[in-house]
Structures are given as C-alpha cells and as structure tokens.
C-alpha cells in the first residue's frame, strides 16, 4: 500500500508560480502512475495532470497545458508539480492519487489519495 501526503501549497498573486510536492510512503512507489486533482467550491473534482510509474510518459489537462509540469523522483518517492503563469481559476484544493501501474485523467482509475493542499491565486 501507499500512503500520500501533499504540501507546498499557498497563496500566490496571478501570474505568479508555486511547486506542489506528493510526498509517498512505501517501497513500491516507482510502481505507481500518479495522477494531480483539483477540486473547487461546489465543483467536481477535475483532472490537472499524470505520469507514469517510470516518468517517461505525461498527461496534461488542456486547461494547464503549457504552464504546469509534472515531474517525479522516485529515488525521493515524489512527486511534483511545477505550476507558473498561475491564474484566479486555478484557485482549488490540489490532491495528488496513484495507483500501480496505470496512470489517467480519470477520478475512478485511482485507488490512493492524499488529503489534498490548498492553492489560493489572488486576482
């Protein structure tokens, strides 16, 4: 099993950037896709960017195209995602998911979950 812990969020004026980390516990983490939410007030929880267990592979939602970027260390059993240009509808709680060997934008595909990290842009 894996545990997940995510952090490094805050608040941050328009424009500007923050780098959220998921932090896993357990030693099979490199076995893991992960995958990046984000869920606003009274929306549905939404998909913001994956990756495969290896890194090699990335998915991105259209919304964050081009100014988000997913990495991962597995030798620090994290992962991170790198979000510049930010804007006001970015505003959400951010939470990081895996499961083994698959990775997809799709909620119901993930089986572990973190308890989220909040990211708050300023117009």
């Known amino acids: 099993q894996v545990q997940l812990v995510e952090s490094g969020g805050g608040l941050v004026q328009a424009g500007g950037s923050l780098t959220l980390s998921c932090a896993a516990s357990?030693?099979?983490?490199?076995?893991?896709?992960v995958g990046w939410f984000r869920q606003a007030p009274g929306k549905e929880r939404e998909f913001v960017a994956a990756?495969?267990?290896?890194?090699?592979?990335?998915l991105y939602a259209d919304a964050v195209k081009g100014r988000f970027t997913i990495s991962r260390d597995n030798a620090k059993n994290t992962v991170y995602l790198r979000m510049n240009s930010l804007k006001y509808e970015d505003t959400a709680l951010y939470y990081c998911?895996?499961?083994?060997?698959?990775?997809?934008?799709?909620?119901?595909?993930?089986?572990?979950w973190g308890q989220g990290t909040q990211v708050t842009v300023s117009s």
């Open positions: 998911a895996a499961q083994i060997y698959h990775y997809s934008a799709y909620v119901r595909d993930y089986g572990h």
């Open positions: 357990g030693r099979t983490f490199s076995s893991y896709g």
């Open positions: 990756i495969t267990w290896s890194g090699g592979t990335t």
